[in-house]
């Protein structure tokens, strides 16, 4: 079975980069099953409604997401109606929505998909190594599901890898998003599971990631965040991710990185 996961979507430019990727090679490459991280769809912020339904109609399985879930409060509802967008698992008891997803390919084979995010450099979130392990508990690669997947939305590579290693062989793949910079250190480990620790963006590089460098400059540089405005880079996007072969025993036997676009341009060699 062959899992494809692309990075945060970064504002409209980002999107619409996503939607072509997925359309133009789907059938090519013989995706089974897309998931995407949602989290700064809506202008950087959030997602709505609108744009679950945009992604959900071109072939996406499961959005994601992240620190920046329920920054469109005006679409708080459709976590609590839509079961293919999910919140991080081990966000405080009584949030909206739900961290997992069990759904059924058309082969038969059961596909889980669980969304975590970390603490360190965060906002207070519950503990991510005991809520995988409690969780994990009830399920079994092999017995009551084909395949399981996780979107570690995490600051620092360290709790990546330490989540991944902690439940390698229990899951067959943990790819990490947020710092939306693509890490090289994609891996099957010792017991079976694919892993990298941050798989980018799909945004414009060409940017504070993902946003036009302005306002992040000026948040670095003066004390007057109001009035420094984030606004999505609009201009050639680049569409990151990775894509995960699962074999019958649920782990994964192949693993690649998708970089499509203008982040991908051939660089002159300066060094004489």
């Known amino acids: 079975m062959r899992i494809v996961f692309l990075g945060d979507i ?4 980002g999107r619409e980069a996503v939607k072509n990727y997925i359309t133009n090679n789907r059938e090519k490459f013989h995706f089974d099953f897309i998931i995407v991280n949602g989290e700064n769809a809506a202008h950087g912020f959030g997602i709505t409604k609108k744009i679950c339904d945009e ?24 976590f609590e109606t839509e079961k293919r967008l999910l919140r991080p698992l081990n966000y ?25 995010i970390g603490r360190i450099g965060m906002e207070q979130n519950d503990d991510p190594f005991f809520t ?29 890898t330490a989540l991944a290693r902690y439940l390698d062989g229990k899951i ?11 890490t090289a250190d994609l891996q099957i480990l ?10 980018g963006m799909c945004g414009d ?20 965040h109001a009035r420094a405005k984030l606004i999505p880079a609009a201009n050639e996007t680049t569409v990151c991710g990775v894509v995960m072969d699962i074999d019958n025993n649920g782990l994964c036997c192949n693993i690649q990185t998708i970089r499509v676009g203008g982040f991908l341009k051939e660089q002159k060699d300066c060094v004489s």
Do not use: W
């Open 132 to 160: 995988a392990y409690e969780f994990l508990n009830a399920y079994k690669l092999g017995v009551n599901v084909d395949v399981i997947f996780i979107d570690f939305h995490a600051e620092m590579t360290a709790e990546k």
């Open 92 to 116: 405080p008891k009584g949030t909206p929505g739900q961290g997992y997803l069990i759904t059924e390919h058309s082969s038969g084979k059961k596909i889980m998909i669980i969304n975590l």
């Open 172 to 182: 067959s793949g943990i790819v990490g998003t947020h710092t939306h910079v693509p």
């Open 10 to 13: 970064v504002g409209k430019s």
């Open 190 to 199: 010792d017991k079976g599971t694919g892993y990298l620790s941050d798989c």
């Open 205 to 224: 590089y060409n940017s504070v990631i993902g946003m036009e460098e302005d306002g992040p400059i000026k948040r670095f540089t003066q004390k007057i």
């Open 55 to 78: 992604l959900f109609s071109i072939g996406v399985g499961v959005i994601t997401m992240g620190n920046h879930t329920f920054d469109q409060k005006d679409d708080l509802q459709i």
